[in-house]
């Protein structure tokens, strides 16, 4: 009785830490055989697996809505097809869950305009909130416009001369008036109107190039004008017009003068000079007599009178001196 055993304890220990956890018989209790995980796994937080406050129905729907991909659905229906509870019974768990902050539950409109509840699991409630798709942007639905294409090269003119530049811009501005499909900007305007402007260099008129540009047109619109014009001039440029000789230019005509030689006229560019002949020292031709008066038909005759004197006497025309008038 006077000996003391070693092994026994000097008195009980109690609990470690209020741990509920631990059991009192250090025989019984559950022992993990742990394997690590590589694929199809999610990782759950005490606090909900372990929650004082949650049903077990409760729990075990928080852990699997957790682990369900992004995308499935967790309404009521849905979570009744899958599980033997009933609809009333999820419907509790996911109130309280949501009472709890392990559930969010929010109606969104999509894009076609339809409501639609969305299901937002939190695996963390006391972590701010954050969501994990973007803030949709305005008009994010909508594709972003596509970049407008380049024109197609035109055709240039041998010379950059301002007044065909001009006549070829006067003439694309008024297509509008002949097709009111073929309105033209003033950026497209200026692009083409080199390669107008390359068909009027080759003697095409005008309205040639217009009868060109506005005929034939597509009978399902036009739905880019300027390249539609673009590639008519490109691939419907006439050929260079054919060599002509330039003419020679008229002799200039001078003014009349006369010549201080001979006072004829003649042409010369200054006052005060000479003709040809008088230049070259020949004799300038003889000038036309004076032309005699005419002579009357009838002519007089003097014939003797008894006096000695003798007196003029007139002769009768005959019949054959005088004109017939007709």
């Known amino acids: 009785m006077g000996t003391q055993n070693p092994s026994v304890p000097p008195h009980a220990q109690s609990l470690v830490g209020g741990n509920p956890t631990r059991s009192r018989h250090r025989g019984g209790g559950v022992i993990h055989e742990n394997t690590r995980h590589t694929t199809r796994f999610v990782v759950i937080g005490n606090h909900l697996a372990q929650h004082p406050d949650l049903s077990l129905l409760a729990i075990g729907l928080g852990v699997h809505i957790q682990s369900l991909p992004s995308g499935t659905p967790a309404d009521i229906k849905s979570l009744t097809a899958r599980f033997k509870e009933g609809a009333t019974r999820i419907s509790a768990a996911l109130r309280e869950l949501e009472a709890h902050g392990y559930l969010r539950r929010e109606r969104v ?156 006229g003649f042409r010369a560019p200054e006052p005060g000079g000479r003709c040809r002949d008088c230049r070259s020292g020949a004799t300038p031709p003889p000038t036309a007599p004076a032309t005699p008066p005419a002579r009357t038909s009838s002519t007089a005759r003097t014939s003797p009178s008894p006096t000695g004197r003798s007196r003029p006497t007139t002769s009768r025309a005959t019949p054959t001196d005088c004109p017939l008038l007709v």
Not at 127 to 141: I, N
Not at 197 to 224: C, F, K, Q, S, Y
Request: aromatic share 2%; net charge positive; glycine share 4%.
């Open 109 to 264: 409109r999509t894009p076609e305009g339809r409501i639609v509840t969305r299901t937002i699991s939190c695996n963390q409630p006391g972590a701010p909130r954050h969501r994990s798709e973007p803030a949709r942007k305005p008009h994010a639905d909508r594709p972003a416009p596509r970049k407008k294409r380049a024109l197609p090269a035109v055709p240039q003119p041998a010379s950059q001369s301002p007044a065909l530049l001009q006549q070829a811009t006067d003439l694309l501005a008024g297509l509008r008036r002949h097709d009111p499909r073929l309105l033209l900007s003033a950026c497209d305007t200026a692009h083409l109107a080199p390669g107008v402007a390359a068909w009027l260099e080759r003697d095409v008129a005008p309205a040639a190039v217009r009868h060109t540009l506005t005929t034939d047109l597509p009978p399902e619109g036009v739905r880019r004008p300027a390249a539609l014009l673009a590639h008519r001039l490109t691939a419907q440029l006439p050929p260079p017009p054919p060599f002509r000789p330039s003419a020679a230019p008229p002799p200039p005509r001078y003014p009349l003068q006369n010549c201080e030689g001979c006072d004829r």
